[in-house]
């Protein structure tokens, strides 16, 4: 089992900067990938940005390509996501999850309790 707990969400005027935190625990040593997804009321969970775990290499989603960055900490087992130039539309809670990569939600085994991030226009 992998556990995740993300936390550094908030409330952030449009054009304003947000950064993502979420730590893993347990089998970490299973983890291939991390990615960040995000769901607003009403929408399907969507995926952000994903990176490979011993490679760190990156994918995003069209809509945050430019201003979102993910990057880890292998020492500390922690993924970040980087949000910049935020936009009202980024609204949702943003959940971290551990498994394969990919953009599809059912690549990944574990997930988060996921973080608010509300921005006002």
């Known amino acids: 089992q992998v556990q995740l707990v993300e936390s550094g969400g908030g409330l952030v005027q449009a054009g304003g900067s947000l950064r993502l935190s979420c730590a893993a625990s347990?089998?970490?040593?299973?983890?291939?990938?991390m990615g960040w997804f995000r769901q607003a009321p009403g929408k399907e969970r969507e995926f952000v940005a994903t990176i490979n775990w011993s490679s760190g290499s990156t994918y995003y989603a069209e809509s945050v390509k430019g201003r979102f960055t993910i990057s880890r900490d292998n020492t500390k087992n922690t993924v970040y996501l980087q949000m910049n130039s935020l936009e009202p539309e980024d609204t949702a809670v943003y959940y971290c999850?551990?498994?394969?990569?990919?953009?599809?939600?059912?690549?990944?085994?574990?997930w988060g309790q996921g973080t608010q991030v509300t921005v006002s226009s």
């Open positions: 999850a551990a498994g394969r990569t990919g953009v599809a939600p059912a690549r990944y085994d574990y």
């Open positions: 347990g089998r970490t040593f299973s983890i291939y990938a």
